[in-house]
């Protein structure tokens, strides 16, 4: 009797999942991909973003090379490094308010 419910839940959501748009994910790769990113954002008319990391990778300088080239193509960033694994509600919710907060695409 439970499978056969978790089946019918699954079914529904398969079916509700035709219904909703999805934008295509643009994969940026190569060696200078962050440099890709601005024009990207640039060609959607997109002029602010939120950058959403931990603190680990701030520090270790991992994101400087796109903050530069956002930066250099002209789009504004807000960066939250307050994300761990598994974040709790209260963390996506921070992060969510700041998004809206600096109306970011």
Known sequence: MKHTAYRLYQ???KQ???TIS?????LVEGQHAVY???????ERSIQRVLMVTDKELR???LIDG???ALHEGNIQVTVYDDITPNPTI????KA???YKEQQAM
Do not use: N, R
């Open 22 to 26: 999805w934008k295509e994910p643009y």
């Open 11 to 13: 079914k529904a959501y």
């Open 66 to 68: 796109l903050l530069y």
């Open 36 to 42: 890709k990113v601005p024009s990207y954002l640039q």
């Open 59 to 61: 520090k270790l300088g």
């Open 90 to 93: 209260p963390t996506i919710m």
């Open 16 to 18: 509700l999942i035709y």
């Open 96 to 98: 969510y308010t700041l």
